[in-house]
């Protein structure tokens, strides 16, 4: 059967360094023999959570906006990969934003104790998580790591993995450490690999 991995861009930049490591991974993942996915969080057109709690009896969100189909496809893909860069010691707003409206997933899990995630695939679905951040101070991928994990908890995807690069302010361009590329393709087809390996 085919698998499908989704790979979500949380920084503004469609070409960017993020956008460049997601590529490799998206890469390996395919070369593993994977269908890929790619949304760019910031081509898409939605609000933040209001708190309507609409989602506290609907499997689905009051706001009808860019994020009602991306529900299904989380809940039907089998592995993910989020790639972001570090803002303001966190993720970017908009990509926060992304995820406090998967509070569709958690009523659903948490509640209502129905997740949407069929049960087949959450025995499965891993995480990848690539940051990357300017400055090369140690904590600086704390609070990022705190809210990804929270989210793969929320949609039923194990925190599997992450490939983290700081130092990008002397780095700058990320083509100059083919390295670190490809780490990020090699985890990408590692994810890939293991969803073939040990998959339903
Ligand atoms: C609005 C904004 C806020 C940022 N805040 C931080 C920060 O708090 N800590 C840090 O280490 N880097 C910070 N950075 C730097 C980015 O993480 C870094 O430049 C990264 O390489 C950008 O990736 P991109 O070009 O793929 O979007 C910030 C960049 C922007 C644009």
């Not at 469609?14 to 956008?19: C, L, R, S």
């Not at 081509?43 to 506290?56: A, M, Q």
């Not at 299904?72 to 990969?81: G, N, P, V, Y």
């Not at 998967?102 to 499965?124: C, I, S």
Request: charged content about 30%.
């Amino acid at each position: 059967m085919g698998f499908r991995i989704v790979g979500v861009l949380g920084s503004p930049l469609a070409g960017g360094n993020t956008a460049k490591l997601l590529e490799r991974a998206l890469a390996g993942a395919r070369d593993a023999g994977c269908e890929v996915e790619r949304i760019d969080v910031y081509d898409l057109t939605f609000r933040p959570c209001r708190e309507i709690f609409y989602c506290r009896e609907h499997e689905t969100c009051a706001m009808k906006d860019d994020m009602i189909p991306v529900y299904r496809e989380f809940a039907e893909l089998d592995s993910l990969i989020v790639a972001t860069p570090v803002m303001t010691m966190g993720i970017p707003g908009a990509l926060k934003s992304f995820m406090d409206r998967f509070q569709v997933f958690f009523m659903a899990k948490y509640m209502r104790k129905k997740p949407l995630v069929p049960e087949e695939k959450r025995a499965h679905r891993r995480g990848l998580y690539i940051g990357i951040s300017g400055m090369a101070v140690p904590y600086v991928f704390d609070g990022a790591k705190l809210t990804m994990k929270a989210f793969f908890s929320i949609i039923d995807v194990e925190y599997w993995d992450e490939l983290l690069t700081n130092d990008m302010d002397t780095i700058r361009d990320i083509s100059t450490r083919p390295d670190i590329l490809d780490a990020a393709y090699r985890k990408g087809f590692r994810l890939g690999e293991l969803l073939h390996q040990e998959g339903p």
